[in-house]
């Protein structure tokens, strides 16, 4: 009978969820799942947050930046009825 070394657990696998949010938390998971639960959950819980918190950072940038005014600009192009793609930029 063979007795096994104990496995290292590192916290460098925080990084995945860090640099690749939701991806990087179910990879880190799928890794980590049997060997190590709470590791686990702690890397598919920080990219679900980490995530949600960039998701809600690029929607108020978009709401109250005036050179991408997305919504304004929809406004305007819904009411004249013509969908095409249209670019617009302000060069101060």
């Known amino acids: 009978m063979s007795i096994k070394p104990p496995k290292i657990k590192s916290k460098w696998w925080y990084a995945l969820p860090i ?21 686990a959950k702690n890397c598919l819980i920080l990219g679900v947050i980490l995530t949600v918190i960039e998701a809600l950072i690029f ?7 005036e050179a991408l005014s ?7 192009i819904s009411q004249t009825d013509d969908f095409g793609i249209q670019f617009k930029f302000d060069i101060p």
């Open 19 to 39: 640099f690749l949010g939701v991806i990087g938390g179910v990879v880190g998971w799928f890794a980590l799942k049997y060997d190590y639960r709470k590791l």
């Open 59 to 65: 929607i108020i940038f978009l709401m109250f930046s």
């Open 70 to 76: 997305i919504i304004t600009e929809f406004n305007t």
